[in-house]
């Protein structure tokens, strides 16, 4: 793997939308402008990418709340899938929110999704038990 593991930047906005978008990670109740724009006002450094050549080939999304760490926007350029990219993304993740005394790592999978949770089942992960809710506090 030749790609490199860096912060996101402004300028790569347009690029990883882009690689969410094609990846099915977009939801029209989700501004992903708005998801860069929060997730950085808390933590701007835990919002990584992969690049190869100024092309964003991948990212992942951290957060930290004091309890628990969360993983999101996992994705891979579908033309690099399988060279292990969402791979090294999830351990510099990881690494940084074990930086930050995060003793614990969540993620959220849709239930129907076979694949990603076998992805992850790979990756050490284990299936939780507990369900989700949400409400939304402010419309995007």
Same mark, same amino acid.
């Given at each position: 793997m030749t790609v490199s593991i860096r912060t996101y930047e402004p300028? $790569?906005?347009? %690029? @990883?939308?882009?690689?969410? %978008?094609?990846?099915?990670?977009?939801? &029209?109740?989700? $501004? &992903? *402008?708005?998801?860069?724009?929060?997730?950085?006002? @808390?933590? &701007?450094?835990?919002?990584? @990418?992969?690049?190869? *050549?100024?092309?964003v080939v991948g990212s992942v999304m951290a957060g930290y709340d004091g309890h628990r760490g969360w993983l999101y926007y996992l994705a891979t350029a579908g033309h690099r899938r399988g060279e292990g990219i969402g791979r090294a993304l999830v351990a510099e993740a990881e690494a940084l929110l074990e930086a930050l005394g995060c003793p614990k790592v969540m993620l959220m999978v849709r239930a129907d999704n076979d694949a990603v949770l076998e992805y992850y089942d790979a990756l050490g992960y284990q299936r939780e038990t507990t369900r989700v809710t949400g409400r939304r506090l402010i419309p995007d």
């Open positions: 300028a $790569d906005e347009t %690029q @990883v939308i882009a690689l969410w %978008q094609d990846a099915g990670l977009t939801r &029209p109740w989700n $501004d &992903p *402008h708005k998801d860069i724009a929060r997730a950085r006002a @808390v933590w &701007p450094d835990l919002l990584l @990418v992969a690049e190869e *050549h100024q092309e």
